[in-house]
């Protein structure tokens, strides 16, 4: 998706609703911003998600696009906690 952005007396510019959108963000997101080779890059910071119990059953909690695997991350995690470091 393209599109053609105005940059106001203050410096800020607006994300089209079509895009803010497709990549599910909302008010107060954190963005990333990279300059490289004269193209400026933005994109969504990694997010937060939790893996919570739900009706007996384990699930991801996010209200945001998933980035990484937190399937893994979890393993890992209880991993580390059952063996303490080996």
Avoid: C, Y
Avoid at 51 to 79: F, I, K
Wanted: a negative charge; zero cysteines; aromatic letters at 2%.
């Amino acid at each position: 998706m393209t599109t053609h952005l105005e940059i106001d007396r203050f410096g800020r510019v607006l994300i089209p609703k079509a895009i803010r959108e497709a990549l599910a963000l909302g008010a107060g997101e954190q963005l990333e911003v990279e300059v490289e080779g004269g193209t400026l890059h933005l994109r969504p910071a990694a997010r937060a998600v939790q893996v919570v119990e739900h009706h007996g059953r384990l699930v991801l909690d996010s209200a945001h696009t998933v980035t990484g695997d937190p399937v893994q991350d979890l393993r890992e995690e209880r991993m580390n906690e059952v063996l303490g470091g080996w």
